[in-house]
């Protein structure tokens, strides 16, 4: 059982930064696949970052490379998400995820959730 807790989100200008940091309880959070999801208002949800247990594998939507970081501290019980260059389209609400075994980019895969935090970039 893995529970999850994200936090960072807030309003930023266009161009401007935002790091959201999701901690986790469980004692076995390290042998989880983690990733970072988002979803606009009228929108499915989709990928934008995940990692796996050792943070030697990620995998970045087209739309985020280049710009976001996602990485993992084991021993903190922590999956972040550094975010940069940021935009208007990159409003969202910002879930981390978390299942046993790879990462995947389907969200109906991953088996626990945060409860969201909102990320909003004005122009």
């Known amino acids: 059982q893995v529970q999850l807790v994200e936090s960072g989100g807030g309003l930023v200008q266009a161009g401007g930064s935002l790091r959201l940091s999701c901690a986790a309880s469980?004692?076995?959070?390290?042998?989880?696949?983690m990733g970072w999801f988002r979803q606009a208002p009228g929108k499915e949800r989709e990928v934008v970052a995940t990692i796996n247990w050792s943070g030697g594998n990620t995998y970045y939507a087209d739309s985020v490379k280049g710009r976001f970081t996602i990485s993992r501290d084991n021993a903190k019980n922590a999956v972040n998400l550094q975010m940069n260059s940021l935009q208007p389209e990159d409003t969202a609400v910002y879930f981390c995820?978390?299942?046993?075994?790879?990462?995947?980019?389907?969200?109906?895969?991953?088996?626990?959730w945060g409860q969201g935090t909102q990320v909003t970039v004005s122009s």
């Open positions: 995820a978390a299942k046993p075994g790879v990462p995947r980019f389907d969200h109906t895969l991953y088996n626990y």
């Open positions: 469980g004692r076995t959070f390290g042998s989880y696949a």
